[in-house]
Nanobody, 121 residues
Framework: VQLQASGGGLVQAGGSLRLSCAGSGRTFSNYHMAWFRQAPGKEREFVAANGRTGEYDADSVKGRFTISRDNAKNTMYLQMNNLKPEDTAVYYC?????????????????WGQGTQVTVSS
């Protein structure tokens, strides 16, 4: 599967953004999808995931970010509300074939290019 992330931008603290990840192929619905982010000088970290076994997200974004997908459009979303300066990062979408509980970047073989999210204070 090929992935393309979009929707990043500059927003003030407390604002919202919605990221999109468009996937190729007719089997998009079979993939376990996730969002990761990487801030300057830091390791890539798990944000949220969505698959046949359900949805789960990182403690740092609970109650603020929502992951969803529209399989008919081959697209996954990340709705980000109440953004904080510490959410500033490049956000990546990722996919793997089998579903389950996977939060390590090494668990995902397929990656889209990143989209920059910058939150000003």
């Amino acid at each position: 599967v090929q992935l393309q992330a979009s929707g990043g931008g500059l927003v003030q603290a407390g604002g919202s953004l919605r990221l999109s990840c468009a996937g190729s192929g007719r089997t998009f619905s079979n993939y376990h999808m996730a969002w990761f982010r990487q801030a300057p000088g830091k390791e890539r970290e798990f944000v949220a995931a969505n698959g046949r076994t359900g949805e789960y997200d990182a403690d740092s974004v609970k109650g603020r970010f929502t992951i969803s997908r529209d399989n008919a459009k081959n697209t996954m979303y990340l709705q980000m509300n109440n953004l904080k300066p510490e959410d500033t990062a490049v956000y990546y979408c990722a996919a793997r074939s089998s579903s389950g509980y996977y939060t390590r970047s090494s668990d995902y073989p397929y990656w889209g290019q990143g989209t920059q999210v910058t939150v000003s204070s």
